[in-house]
């Protein structure tokens, strides 16, 4: 499955391609939103690692989400419990850009997913 916010734009070859190591993931949630002055947080689980993968970041219109993403190694990882942390950690750290309208919907996402 390809998933949009897993490809990366390759200036070399103007196309954009999956990021190594992401090629069984499946999205899990995401918060926050792109635009000009950016903030997001995507979650993705992986069958074959049997693992939750997720990252967040902030920025503006000269830099995207997945700009400091090279391949699957750069996500953190972890199970169902420490992605709800880490879900939790970076609405609070972003309370500025994240609502709680967009915060609960994502934990009851989390906690309902389906690992196959």
């Not at 916010?5 to 999205?27: M, N, R, V």
């Not at 309370?95 to 989390?110: L, Q, R």
Request: proline fraction near 2%; aromatic fraction near 16%; hydrophobic fraction near 35%.
């Amino acid at each position: 499955m390809s998933i949009e916010s897993l490809k990366k734009f390759d200036y070399s070859t103007c196309e954009h391609l999956q990021i190594p190591g992401t090629e069984d993931w499946a999205e899990v949630a995401d918060l926050g939103e792109g635009g000009y002055s950016w903030c997001e947080f995507k979650a993705f689980y992986s069958t074959s690692a049997r693992r939750y993968f997720w990252h967040g970041g902030t920025g503006c219109s000269c830099n995207s989400w997945s700009d400091d993403i090279a391949n699957a190694a750069d996500f953190e990882n972890g199970d169902r419990a420490a992605l709800l942390r880490a879900w939790e950690t970076f609405a609070k750290d972003h309370e500025y850009s994240i609502h709680v309208s967009e915060y609960i919907p994502g934990v009851t996402a989390i906690r309902n997913f389906k690992e196959q």
